[in-house]
Each structure stands twice: as structure tokens, then as C-alpha cells.
């Protein structure tokens, strides 16, 4: 069967009605695009992006910065824990210390008067004997006064010279002398010189010096060897 078109071909094909809204982006024709334009906006999103990636990094770093701070905190108040036991191992030290040169001036001084016996008696030359020794001062340094008598003034002269030789006497000097006499033998008199001196205890050298230590052992001093 033949058909037979009566309406005329306009040569335009009708459009079709879209249904619902439609969406259309602004259109630039006409205008100039500046490569430098987009060149900055390029700069600027490069800029943003880099922005970005430094606060995620520093956030980063400071998360793990208050991990260290934490961590120093608990060590900080561990070591100050032992601080304190440090100080007050010091502290008992320190007081140890202190009465140990209490017992050791205390020990010092409970020898002299045997230092003095000791060293006057070793200085006494033949023809001379001691009547006194007596201390004459109320503290340190120790001041003494001996009496004696002597054969002869060359008897007296030496022993004065020995005393004073002493390291543990210092400062002798003759107070009186006068010639005496004395009952000898079967009642014999003889003239003699009576004396009075007068010294000062002094502490020796350190090289002169041989201590004990409180733990055991001599300890002998530098430059002294032992006898």
C-alpha cells in the first residue's frame, strides 16, 4: 500500500522537551582568559594544597610532642624521687663527718699532756731532775711551767736547748734561776740551780705524725717512713 506524506518537510526537526530543571554553566565567550590568571590560581591551589599538608604534619608533631612531654614528666618526678634520697644520704653523711672531726680534735687533745711528758722527759741531760709541771693556761694553745733543778748552768742551758727542739714545745723561756743549796748523800750539802720554765705545747708537722686509721690499718704520714 502506498502512502502519501501531505505535510511539508521544514527541514527542522522539532526539539524535545526535557522534562525537570535543567542545569547550565555560565558561558565565557567572548571573554579573554590571562595565562598569569591561571597561572595564580594554579599558585594559589598548589598553596592551599601544601597548607593542608603542613597542619596534618604539625599536628602530627605535636601529638608526639606531648607523648615526650608526658614521658619527661613521669621521669622528672621519678629522678626527683631520688634526689631526695640523695640529699638526704648527703645530708647524713655530712653529719657523720662532722662528729668524726669531733672525735678526731677530741683525740687530738687527749694526747698532749703525754706529748709534753714525753718530750721533756727526753730532753732532761744528766746532773738535772724535775720537782713540778703544772699548766698555767685555761685553753688552746697549751702553756706549761716545769721546775727542776740543775748540777750545773751548762746542765740548765742544755736542757732548754732540747726542749725548745722539740717539735711538740714551742717558746721556752727561763722565768727564774737562783742557786740553791741541797742535802745530798748522808747529809752532804750541795749548791745547785733552781729553775722555773715556761713553754707552749705546739702541734708537730704532719710528716712528723703516725695515725691509725678509725677503719683499721697505719696510715703513715707523707715523707715519713716507718720506724
Same mark, same amino acid.
Given at each position: 500500500?502506498?502512502?502519501?506524506?501531505?505535510?511539508?518537510?521544514?527541514?527542522?526537526?522539532?526539539?524535545?522537551?526535557?522534562?525537570? /530543571?535543567?542545569?547550565?554553566?555560565?558561558?565565557?565567550?567572548?571573554? /579573554?582568559?590571562?595565562?598569569? #590568571?591561571?597561572?595564580?590560581?594554579?599558585?594559589?591551589?598548589?598553596?592551599?594544597?601544601?597548607?593542608?599538608?603542613?597542619?596534618?604534619?604539625?599536628?602530627?608533631? +605535636?601529638?608526639?610532642?606531648?607523648?615526650?612531654?608526658? +614521658?619527661? #614528666?613521669?621521669?622528672?618526678?621519678?629522678?626527683?624521687?631520688?634526689?631526695?634520697?640523695?640529699?638526704?644520704?648527703? @645530708?647524713?653523711?655530712?653529719?657523720?663527718?662532722?662528729?668524726?672531726? #669531733?672525735? $678526731?680534735?677530741?683525740?687530738? @687533745?687527749?694526747?698532749?699532756?703525754?706529748?709534753?711528758?714525753?718530750?721533756? @722527759?727526753?730532753?732532761?741531760?744528766?746532773?738535772?731532775?724535775?720537782?713540778?709541771? $703544772? $699548766?698555767?693556761?685555761?685553753?688552746?694553745? #697549751?702553756?706549761?711551767?716545769?721546775?727542776?733543778?740543775?748540777?750545773?748552768?751548762?746542765?740548765?742551758?742544755?736542757?732548754?736547748?732540747?726542749?725548745?727542739?722539740?717539735?711538740?714545745?714551742?717558746?721556752?723561756?727561763?722565768?727564774?734561776?737562783?742557786?740553791?743549796?741541797?742535802?745530798?748523800? @748522808?747529809?752532804? $750539802?750541795?749548791?745547785?740551780?733552781?729553775?722555773?720554765?715556761?713553754?707552749?705545747?705546739?702541734?708537730?708537722?704532719?710528716?712528723?705524725?703516725?695515725?691509725?686509721?678509725?677503719?683499721?690499718?697505719?696510715?703513715?704520714?707523707?715523707?715519713?717512713?716507718?720506724?
Amino acid at each position: 500500500m502506498i502512502e502519501v506524506n501531505l505535510i511539508p518537510d521544514t527541514g527542522k526537526k522539532k526539539k524535545r522537551k526535557r522534562k525537570g /530543571p535543567s542545569l547550565s554553566l555560565p558561558s565565557f565567550n567572548g571573554i /579573554p582568559v590571562d595565562r598569569w #590568571v591561571a597561572v595564580a590560581g594554579v599558585a594559589i591551589l598548589a598553596a592551599l594544597g601544601a597548607f593542608g599538608w603542613m597542619f596534618a604534619g604539625t599536628t602530627g608533631q +605535636a601529638q608526639e610532642l606531648d607523648l615526650k612531654i608526658e +614521658a619527661a #614528666v613521669r621521669d622528672s618526678l621519678r629522678l626527683s624521687a631520688v634526689i631526695e634520697r640523695a640529699e638526704a644520704l648527703t @645530708a647524713r653523711s655530712d653529719s657523720i663527718a662532722r662528729r668524726v672531726d #669531733v672525735i $678526731q680534735q677530741i683525740d687530738v @687533745a687527749r694526747y698532749v699532756w703525754p706529748h709534753i711528758m714525753d718530750e721533756v @722527759a727526753r730532753a732532761l741531760p744528766d746532773y738535772t731532775w724535775l720537782t713540778r709541771i $703544772q $699548766q698555767v693556761s685555761s685553753g688552746d694553745p #697549751v702553756v706549761f711551767r716545769i721546775e727542776g733543778r740543775a748540777g750545773t748552768y751548762f746542765a740548765l742551758t742544755a736542757f732548754m736547748e732540747a726542749v725548745e727542739a722539740s717539735p711538740f714545745i714551742r717558746g721556752t723561756r727561763l722565768i727564774s734561776s737562783e742557786q740553791i743549796f741541797v742535802t745530798v748523800g @748522808a747529809g752532804a $750539802q750541795r749548791l745547785v740551780y733552781s729553775f722555773t720554765l715556761e713553754a707552749g705545747y705546739r702541734h708537730p708537722p704532719l710528716d712528723y705524725l703516725e695515725t691509725e686509721s678509725l677503719f683499721g690499718g697505719i696510715v703513715m704520714a707523707p715523707g715519713r717512713e716507718e720506724e
